[in-house]
C-alpha cells in the first residue's frame, strides 16, 4: 500500500504559479503510476495530469495543457504539480493519486489540497 500527503496549496492571483507536492510512503514508489485530480464546488472530480512509472510518459487534461507540468522525483518519493498562468476556474481541492501500474483505475488517494485562483 502506499499512502499520499499533498501539500503546497493556497491563495493565488490569477496569472499566478503554485507547485503542489505529493509525498508517498511505501519503498515501491518507482513503480507506482501518479496522478493529480481536482474538485471544483458542485463539480465532478476530474483528471488533470498523470505520469507512468514506466518510461515516465506524462498525460494532461486539455484544460491544463501547456500551464501545468507534472513531474516525480523517485528518489525522495514525491511526486509535483507545477501550476503555471493560474485562472480562476483552476479553483478547486487538488488530490494526488496512486495505482499500481497493473490495475485500471487510482485505488490511492490524498486528502486533497485547497487551491484559489483570485481574478
Known amino acids: 500500500q502506499v499512502q499520499l500527503v499533498e501539500s503546497g496549496g493556497g491563495l493565488v492571483q490569477a496569472g499566478g504559479s503554485l507547485r503542489l507536492s505529493c509525498a508517498a510512503s511505501g519503498r515501491t514508489f518507482i513503480r507506482y503510476d501518479m496522478g493529480w485530480f481536482r474538485q471544483a464546488p458542485g463539480k465532478e472530480r476530474e483528471f488533470v495530469a498523470g505520469m507512468w512509472w514506466s518510461g515516465g510518459s506524462t498525460f494532461y487534461a486539455d484544460s491544463v495543457k501547456g500551464r501545468f507540468t507534472i513531474s516525480r522525483d523517485n528518489a525522495k518519493n514525491t511526486v509535483y504539480l507545477q501550476m503555471n498562468s493560474l485562472k480562476p476556474e483552476d479553483t478547486a481541492v487538488y488530490y494526488c493519486?496512486?495505482?499500481?501500474?497493473?490495475?485500471?483505475?487510482?485505488?490511492?488517494w490524498g486528502q486533497g489540497t485547497q487551491v484559489t485562483v483570485s481574478s
Open positions: 493519486a496512486a495505482k499500481e501500474s497493473y490495475t485500471p483505475e487510482f485505488n490511492y
